[in-house]
């Protein structure tokens, strides 16, 4: 199975902040990747597939870039509300597989 | 919002069996593969199994592969999971969730954009 590797695991940025999270493949999966934002309690939400396409409704302070091996999810000006828990998500082949996570705090 | 809804979960012994429903009123249930995802507690989320929209096609995570079974009735809008010979690290929030798939040149990518609140099993003596 495709490894996803993401870092940090964990960060702590204030509100304006502009957060860079990122994720590597073991192997290149061209740009068929999306990432999902889980806060406790909740269900998950659909960010960004296809690596850099916002979905419906996702405020545009999100974005997301790269193909190959290595993407990045960028919050542009962190807000309170996005204290959450990032997911990236290969769909290249099966299993489909996460990342670890990367816990975003706001101070 | 949350439009798909989980049921069946509980506590169940190692080695015991569960059956999760997830009913999806409100699309053309057919139309559309669909997922189950877990998060064990202090874990990350994990790919569990994925079944086409006609139900003839199914994928499975490695970890589960074997034992669990995904399923659905569409005439029933409804989506199974099957899990068999559980363990304790099965414990989990189990969710549900739609793929509405987005093609572009060939390509097809899974878009995960309809999902419920989950349902919790606990593996435990």
């Known amino acids: 199975a495709i490894q996803m590797t993401q870092f940090p695991s964990s960060l702590s940025a204030s509100v304006g902040d502009r957060v860079t999270i990122t994720c590597r493949a073991s192997q290149g999966i061209g740009n068929e990747l999306g990432w999902y934002q889980h806060k406790p309690g909740k269900a998950p939400n659909l960010l960004i597939y296809a690596a850099s396409n916002l979905q419906s409704g996702v405020p545009s302070r999100f974005s997301g870039s790269g193909s190959g091996t290595d993407f990045t999810l960028t919050i542009s000006s962190l807000q309170p509300e996005d204290s959450a828990i990032y997911y990236c998500?290969?769909?290249?082949?099966?299993?489909?597989?996460f990342g670890q996570g990367t816990k975003v705090e706001v101070k | 919002e949350v439009q798909l809804v989980e049921s069946g979960g509980g506590l169940v012994q190692p080695g015991g069996s569960l059956r999760l429903s997830c009913a999806a009123p409100?699309?053309?249930?057919?139309?559309?593969?669909m997922i189950w995802v877990r998060r064990a507690p202090g874990k990350g989320l994990e790919w569990v199994a994925h079944i086409r929209g006609d139900g003839g096609q199914t994928y499975y995570g490695d970890s589960v592969k074997g034992r669990f079974i995904i399923s659905r009735d569409n005439a029933k809008n409804s989506l199974f999971l099957q899990m068999n010979s559980l363990r304790a690290e099965d414990t989990a929030v189990y969710y549900c969730?739609?793929?509405?798939?987005?093609?572009?040149?060939?390509?097809?990518?899974?878009?995960?954009?309809?999902w419920g609140q989950g349902t919790s099993v606990t593996v435990s003596s």
């Open positions: 969730a739609r793929n509405r798939d987005y093609s572009v040149s060939g390509i097809h990518y899974d878009l995960y954009d309809m």
């Open positions: 409100g699309f053309t249930f057919s139309d559309y593969w």
């Open positions: 998500l290969q769909d290249y082949n099966y299993p489909r597989t």
